[in-house]
Structure formats: C-alpha cells, structure tokens
C-alpha cells in the first residue's frame, strides 16, 4: 500500500509540474485572447509562486487520498490480489426517475409563461437553469440503462466478433463506461446555452451604446464557451487515455489471448473505439437536442439571424470529440506492446 500511495503521488507531482510547464508556455497565446473589448494580456493571468504552488500541493493530497480510498477495496494477502467489489447491474428505478425528469421537462414551457407573469425575467432566466441541470441530471440517470439496452441489443444481433467482445466488455459495468464520458452532456449543454445567448446578444439592435456593449459582451460569452469546451474535452481525452491505458495492462490476458484466436490489433482498436465513442456520441447528442428543444425560440433567432456564432459553437464540439479520438489513439502503442510481449512470452 506504502508503494501504491509513493506512486500515486509521484505520477501527480510530476504530472502537476509538466501541466504547470504548459500553462506558462501557453501564456503567450492565451494572452491574445480579447475580453471587454481588449487583449488579456499574458501578465493578467500569469499565477504567482504561492497559488502555483497550492495547485501542485492540492493535487497531490488529492491523488493520495483518492489512491487511499482505492486501496481499501484491495485485498492483498498470500494468494494475490483481489477486488472486495462486484459490478452491479442498471436499476430499472433509474428509468422511472428518468420519467419523473422528462415530465417536468415536458411542462416546462407552461411554468416559464406563469413564471413570467409572477416573478420576471429573473424567475424565468432561475427555471431555465433548473431546467438544463434536470436534463444533465436525467441524462446521468438513464445513460447506464439505455446504454446497457443498446449494447444487450447489439449482443444479441452481433454479426462480427467485434460487436460481440464490444457488447460484452460494455455490459460488465455499463457504468463505468457511461461515467467516462457523461460530462461530455453538461458540457454540450453549457456550449449551446452559452452560444446562443452570445449569438442572441450580438443582434441586439437598440441604440448603438447598447449594441456595441451587447456584442462585447457577447462575443466574450463565446470565447469563454469555447475554452470552456475545449478544456472540458481536453480532459475527458486526457482521462479516457489514461483509464484506457489502464485497461488494456489490466486485461493484457485476455488481448493476448483475443489476438491468438485471430483477433488481431485492428479489430480490437476497433472494439475499444465502440467502447467509448458510443458512450460520447450519446452524451453529446442527449445535451444538444436537449437544450435546443428547450430553447428552440432563440435557437431559431441565433441560426437565423447570427449562424455563424452557433455554428462555431457546434464545430468547436465537433473537434473536441475528435479530441477524444486522439486520446485513443494515443493507447494504441501500449495495447500493440502488450499484444507483443504477451505473443513473446508465449512462443
């Protein structure tokens, strides 16, 4: 256990340092970036010594005592290693929370029109917020299901043996593989407020002050949205790469094995890419028809009167998956080293 937490805390000082390493060699370029009608400024953003270093501090405490808390589902004694955990299957309860969710979804447009009249626009902007969390929420709720729905039907119609190792390793914790990517959902439901209500600002066509003030204030809703994006993909690429790696070294028995009995590096690349773009592809489109059905007035408005601004917010999207990808991609060396080490081992 002494070894395990060493490690933990090590892999996050040395993974603290180079992240720090790379925000002061981004500074330049984020110092480009124009908020309140003017260039940041590399200056403005660059962190002192004393907070640089709490971040460092804050993520390893955090990697120890996630670590910690990890290891008290290990049981390590004479005979091995085991896990004190079993994979739990997918409640139907979830489905009928879900149900509870989309009828208040549902009735949503007629408490907005009371809400209106009672309290405001500040009633209305608090609902709407709601209203997006619930979405979120019932997303995370009946993800696991439908995901194990979709792959128990992708099982029981599997034409290859690559939809049927994908349908199998997915429904041994359907789970895990939603939790990988299930804030891809908030994200994308962020990313469609946040551009609308920037596209929405930017046609503001009141006196020229306001105007102006308008579209600075939107056109930094935007970049903010953007980044905001981007970082989020960024670091589900980042944990998919890494929880992939993971996997691969912990079922490297059973790659090996795959491989003798013909299932070669393609396929099972392909097996891993189902795996977790499936999952993403859910999230991401359950958040975008989501917010756009909620807010299909002022979608309609901004893809009318400012697409461009939407349509940035979408490709922005569209290329933080493809981020993900790359976080897949970059296992690819691990998996074909332990296919042939594992090939080695046995000749």
Known sequence: RVVALTEAGLQALVGSILGITGYVLCLPLLGQLSFNGGKVGADSILLRPIPVAGVILTLVLLALVSSAIGLRKVDVSPLGVRMRSQPRSVSWVRLAIGGAIVLLIVFSKAVLGFL????????????????????????NIIGPKLLAMYFQHRLQRAKDATDLVAARQVLENPRAAWTQVASLGAVCVVGMLGGTGAAMMQTINNDPPATKSARIVGGDLQTGVILLIIFAFATVACSVGVNQASAILDRRSVEVGLDVVGMDLQTQDKVRRITVISPMRFAMVTGIIATGLLLVPATGIALITRPATVLVTVATIVAGAGMVRLGLWATRPTLRRVIDDGLARTE
């Open 116 to 139: 209106g009249h009672q309290t405001g626009m500040v009633g209305v902007y608090v609902f709407i917020a709601v209203i997006l969390a619930a979405v979120v929420e019932l997303a």
